[in-house]
């Protein structure tokens, strides 16, 4: 029995988990995947109630599950930063879950290229540390601001003393990385790039400015290529986002510092067809993980049966692979595959559908097998 967590979450989160539960279920019936499911009030309306975002309690718990099945986080009416810092920030730092695996696979027709092209890129985005860890503030010249993070690695504190020449306002985001944290993230993905039998792994960065940080993130990958055995290219991020336009075909594995691959994979997404069909996985090799679609919970849509529920059940397809069930996670994708040769999709991608309907379609590929 594999011991699962659902988060909805919030807009149109509720909708496509909905979807995807439906999926899975499908494949419960014609394979051995056996599961229950808890589901966790973790969103924008209990916060607006009471003003919970996560509980000590509800975090214990949610380690003590085999995978996280995670909708979407946001509200307009609550201030930008304080869920996304708040629960999805927080639930990846205090689950350890330090590689944001997202694959980008070119998905015909619907790839908005000129020229038909096939590509699998695996971006590996290291999900802990980096320009994207809500550490910053505002401080004025003479005055003092006190940051903190909280990681499994460590606990840490930095006091910052701001001088200026002039009376003015500051705004600071920091940017940090750990030799472990780095040291981890360069091992998983030259252990990933090995596993798809590739010979080489793609850091991006922008090294030439941000030296310190960046500089200290190759000299780390350079020691673990030795090691390996592989080569190792560098890429400049916006080198990267030109690239996957014109040549996207030349890349397989990709590392992508936290903030940079943020945006890379969003970018990935459209390429594919949009951010109806991303996937993603949080991944902690040793507890763990939680897989969700990329896209936001786009409230302006939710409950309208009109969200692209195509990311939500990729998202499955790799919590399956997670937990050992590749051949279930084949049949999903197989099952997706066919939905989108065919035709069966929303509004987004030029079809008819709705939510339910893709779903009931997935859903009716899995059981005619």
């Known amino acids: 029995m594999n011991h699962l967590a659902l988060i909805p979450g919030d807009g149109i989160g509720k909708d496509v988990t909905d979807a995807g539960m439906q999926v899975l279920e499908a494949v419960s019936e014609i394979s051995s995947f056996r599961y229950d499911a808890e589901l966790f009030d973790i969103g924008s309306e209990r916060y607006l109630e009471s003003g919970t975002l996560l509980e000590a309690g509800e975090i214990e718990a949610l380690k003590s599950k085999d995978a996280i099945y995670f909708g979407a986080i946001g509200d307009p009416r609550v201030k930008p930063g304080v869920l996304e810092q708040g629960v999805l920030l927080r639930l990846r730092s205090a689950l350890d879950q330090y590689i944001n695996f997202r694959p980008v696979t070119s998905i015909h027709p619907y790839v908005p290229l000129k020229r038909e092209v096939d590509f699998d890129i695996h971006f590996l985005r290291e999900n802990t540390e980096d320009f994207y860890m809500g550490m910053g503030g505002r401080v004025s010249s003479g005055g003092d601001l006190e940051l903190s993070a909280s990681r499994r690695m460590y606990e840490l504190k930095i ?92 890349y397989g594995t990709v590392a992508v510092p936290n903030l940079f691959g943020d945006i890379l994979t969003d970018l990935g997404a459209q390429l594919q067809g949009g951010l109806g069909l991303g996937a993603s996985g949080n991944i902690n090799p040793e507890g763990v993980s939680m897989f969700e679609p990329i896209h936001g919970s786009a409230p302006d849509i939710a409950g309208k049966g009109i969200a692209n529920p195509i990311a939500a059940i990729m998202a499955l397809k790799m919590m399956l692979d997670n937990l050992g069930y590749t051949e279930e996670g084949e049949i999903v994708r197989k099952a997706v595959s066919g939905c989108l040769a065919n035709g069966k999709v929303t509004p987004d991608l030029g079809g008819k559908l709705n939510t339910w309907q893709v779903a009931d379609d997935i859903a009716a590929r899995i059981l005619k097998g």
């Open 159 to 250: 006091s910052l003393h701001l001088d200026a020449s002039t009376e003015e306002d500051f705004a600071v985001e920091l940017g940090l990385l750990s030799r472990k944290g780095v040291e981890r993230f360069a091992e998983y993905s030259f252990r990933h790039a090995e596993s798809l039998g590739q010979d080489r792994v793609t850091l991006v960065d922008k090294a030439n400015v941000c030296t310190g940080i960046y500089g200290f993130q190759r000299e780390i990958f350079k020691q673990k290529a030795k090691e390996h055995d592989m080569d190792l290219d560098f890429m400049f991020v916006d080198a990267m986002a030109m690239a996957m336009i014109t040549r996207p075909e030349r």
